[in-house]
């Protein structure tokens, strides 16, 4: 056996070796996939669970909104007895019935006031009376009403509330794929870089075999040394951003009890598929037209716009004269089975009538409130504008750095397969004798830098996509 043969079955042995111990370490590896991430951060996020209480915060509000149009029973009594006289016993009750229509009050009511001092006013007989009354605003409130425009108002909160639901579910989604793809190119860069230690390793192993037997010079084993070292050297950092990254990545995750979940060293980052497909321009058309329509930013500014409009109308109806008429039929009926003369009953000639009305005669300060709502609906659509058309060019931008990283990856593509036969012819002469161990390392490193380097351009073109995504206002 010459010494050649014998170096080969060294080399042959420990990269056997190598590759039995790599296969059990595989067997306890778990790829963790975007998929794997989107399950956990949307059922367990924190934010995620508290911005889904936006749009419960809404409906409270309406909610209270509509309170203003619950009925209410009102009730008082009041008695006075000094000596031997009773100065006045007053029992006083209502049903307030607030109704949609032209904002008037249905009022239901029931009074016994007696005594030797109560106000004749006010005084009933010792049965008491009945009321059914009605209260309507002719002028100022007919059309629309404080009570109405708030309860619209909180209904157009509710679609307010959901766009900023999805402004945030889709940050905090965007911020942990872009985590995620730290995480992944960290990984790639340490393992490219754990693989050229170990191709160091085994060519200084080999020289120094090669050295020992005489057939190669000892600076060779010197300068395999040297090399080692550096990309030990290089390792060590990579591995610090690689528990980093992970720890990064770790943020994102919880558990259904609310408690923070870490990532373990066994966990890794899916491995991405070289053949990038650029999307389509259906799928870009399809995004622009999405983000036309449904994105959150854009469906803020539509809600408050819309609140405007309601305030607007509320503000031109607080220009009308106030004038409230109010009319109630009286009667000593308590029930409807028992006899009550005629004159005591409800009829047309026991009411109470009255009116209501104001008007401030320059109207300034409606004036002055109306006008600002218009100018803040000028700012409004300008703000509209502006949205849309920067939201607009992101999705374009995005989708012309898509294309620039598509390029760039399939061109890093050629270069690397140029780089593997320059690697390959260099360790060939190598092996011949006709080069020397300084060019071959450099010709290693240089295809490092590039394997980084197009791992690089695949992190980079994955943000990307996820961001042009996220700027069109949905989730990738």
């Not at 000094?82 to 100065?87: C, E, L, V």
């Not at 029930?335 to 009411?351: A, C, M, R, V």
């Not at 109207?363 to 703000?383: H, S």
Request: overall charge neutral; some cysteine.
């Amino acid at each position: 056996m010459n010494r050649l043969n014998f170096i080969v079955i060294v080399m042959c042995f420990f990269f056997c070796g190598h590759l039995v111990a790599q296969e059990k370490d595989n067997l306890s590896i778990k790829a963790f996939t975007v998929n794997d991430l989107e399950e956990l951060l949307m059922a367990n996020h924190p934010i995620v669970k508290q911005v889904s209480l936006l749009s419960e915060s809404a409906k409270a509000q309406v909610a209270q909104a509509l309170g203003k149009f619950d009925p209410a029973i009102y009730s008082s009594f009041k008695n006075k007895h000094f000596g031997n006289t009773d100065y006045y016993n007053e029992w006083n009750n209502e049903l307030k019935i607030p109704l949609w229509l032209a904002g008037a009050d249905l009022k239901i009511a029931y009074d016994r006031n007696v005594g030797e001092y109560t106000n004749p006013q006010s005084r009933t007989n010792n049965a008491g009376l009945s009321a059914v009354g009605l209260s309507i605003p002719l002028g100022q409130g007919l059309i629309i009403d404080n009570r109405r425009n708030t309860l619209r108002q909180a209904k157009a909160m509710i679609n307010y509330l959901e766009g900023e639901k999805i402004k945030q579910i889709n940050t905090i989604w965007f911020q942990a794929l872009s985590d995620y793809w730290n995480w992944y190119f960290a990984y790639r860069q340490y393992q490219l870089l754990l693989e050229g230690v170990k191709l160091a390793d085994q060519r200084f192993n080999a020289i120094s075999e090669q050295t020992l037997l005489g057939d190669k010079p000892a600076i060779d084993s010197i300068e395999a040394s040297v090399i080692l070292k550096e990309r030990r050297m290089e390792l060590s950092k990579y591995e610090a951003e690689l528990k980093n990254a992970r720890i990064v990545v770790s943020n994102h995750l919880w558990n259904d009890q609310q408690s923070p979940v870490e990532l373990p060293e066994h966990v890794v980052p899916d491995r991405i598929d070289d053949n990038l497909d650029l999307p389509d321009s259906k799928v870009i058309m399809a995004l622009l037209d999405s983000a036309r329509n449904s994105h959150p930013e854009l469906i803020k500014l539509s809600s408050k716009n819309q609140q405007l409009v309601f305030e607007e109308s509320y503000r031109k109806e607080m220009l009308k004269p106030k004038f409230n008429i109010s009319g109630t039929l009286i009667a000593s009926r308590r029930g409807f089975n028992e006899f009550i003369l005629p004159q005591y009953d409800f009829n047309w000639h026991n009411y109470k009538l009255g009116f209501e009305f104001a008007f401030p005669l320059f109207v300034r300060a409606e004036r002055g409130k109306l006008r600002e709502v218009r100018i803040k609906q000028d700012q409004m659509r300008f703000e509209q504008l502006v949205t849309e058309r920067n939201i607009h060019n992101d999705v374009v931008k995005k989708y012309n750095d898509l294309n620039a990283y598509s390029e760039q990856i399939k061109l890093q593509s050629v270069n690397l397969s140029n780089q593997e036969l320059l690697l390959k012819g260099e360790l060939n002469k190598f092996e011949l004798g006709e080069s020397t161990l300084f060019v071959v390392n450099s010709r290693e490193n240089k295809l490092i830098e590039m394997q980084i380097k197009q791992e690089k351009l695949l992190t980079d073109y994955r943000k990307a996509l996820a961001e042009l995504y996220y700027k069109a206002g949905t989730k990738f």
